[in-house]
């Protein structure tokens, strides 16, 4: 069976029937809010791997982007991206105006989950002797590794105000690693803990996410010393009165250019 096959099995799996017209599968569309439209207008194209829907206006450029927004399985997931992964080549090649979607790694484990794993024990004790509480690794949905490319690492996860993954972070929690941090080779463009922020109050500006959980609330780690360019954008878009630098000493002075005259 060709990828073309398996990825239509997949799909009527999740959305049902569909039509045939030669590159496109139609479905009806999950996502209309128009309970009388029976018709198949949600278009997925087989051989370019887009979808659209002809009614409601929903689309991506990635069929992973659907999938997500499905809320499918893991294992469905996993299994569309084992298909992807024979034509990355040309397939997830980023482009101008959308970036490839950034997964958490396939090995990844929520902690907040009970388990008897003694690598998981680990890295919870390592947690909470950093001083994150219980409530935080519920709230940030941290995990962990114990194979794969991040074996032995905490993995703190970032989502935008959509609630999608736009980064995370992965911290040896073992200390054995010479990399204490290794992070996805994604842009760094981007507001950590965006969807846990409320730009009508004062945020604090600080270096890493533990130091942001510490804090507790509306806190953005930097994850360095550099204000990004669309955490300035959103601060001069929501009109932000009030800004709190919390860096490292090493940054004192570095922190004074982040802050214009009145």
């Given amino acids: 069976m060709n990828n073309e096959s398996k990825l239509e099995n997949i799909l009527v799996g999740i959305l049902g029937n569909c039509d045939t017209k030669k590159d496109e599968r139609l479905f009806r569309c999950p996502f209309c809010k128009n309970p009388n439209i029976s018709k198949r207008k949600?278009?997925?194209?087989?051989?370019?791997?887009?979808?659209k829907?002809?009614?409601?206006?929903?689309?991506?450029?990635y069929l992973?982007?659907?999938?997500?927004?499905?809320?499918?399985?893991?294992?469905?997931?996993?299994?569309?991206?084992?298909?992807?992964?024979d034509e990355l080549p040309y397939y997830q090649k980023p482009s101008i105006s959308e970036e490839p979607?950034?997964?958490?790694?396939?090995?990844?484990?929520?902690?907040?989950?009970?388990?008897?794993?003694?690598?998981?024990?680990?890295?919870?004790?390592?947690?909470?002797?950093?001083?994150?509480?219980t409530g935080d690794i519920l709230r940030y949905n941290i995990g962990c590794c114990v194979t794969g490319k991040y074996a032995n690492r905490i993995i703190?996860?970032?989502?935008?105000?959509?609630?999608?993954?736009?980064?995370?972070?992965?911290?040896?929690f073992f200390d054995a690693s010479t990399l204490k941090y290794m992070n996805p080779n994604v842009s760094r463009d981007v507001i950590i803990f965006e969807n846990h922020l409320n730009w009508q109050y004062p945020i604090v500006l600080v270096e890493g996410v533990m130091d942001a959980m510490a804090i507790k609330w509306?806190?953005?780690?930097?994850?360095?010393?550099?204000?990004?360019?669309?955490?300035?954008?959103?601060?001069?878009?929501?009109?932000?009165?009030?800004?709190?630098?919390?860096?490292?000493?090493?940054?004192?002075?570095?922190?004074?250019?982040?802050?214009?005259?009145?």
């Fill in 42 to 51: 949600l278009s997925i194209n087989i051989e370019a791997r887009k979808w």
């Fill in 53 to 61: 829907c002809w009614v409601c206006g929903k689309k991506g450029i």
């Fill in 64 to 85: 992973t982007s659907l999938f997500k927004k499905l809320e499918v399985s893991p294992a469905q997931m996993k299994e569309l991206r084992e298909i992807l992964a």
């Fill in 101 to 133: 979607p950034l997964f958490l790694p396939l090995e990844f484990q929520p902690l907040w989950k009970p388990s008897l794993d003694i690598e998981r024990k680990h890295a919870l004790n390592y947690l909470l002797q950093r001083g994150v509480t």
């Fill in 156 to 172: 703190i996860p970032s989502y935008d105000d959509n609630n999608n993954l736009n980064y995370f972070v992965g911290r040896d």
């Fill in 218 to 262: 509306n806190a953005i780690p930097l994850l360095g010393k550099f204000v990004p360019r669309s955490l300035r954008n959103k601060i001069a878009e929501k009109h932000v009165k009030q800004i709190y630098i919390a860096l490292d000493s090493d940054a004192t002075k570095k922190r004074h250019t982040y802050v214009k005259p009145s």
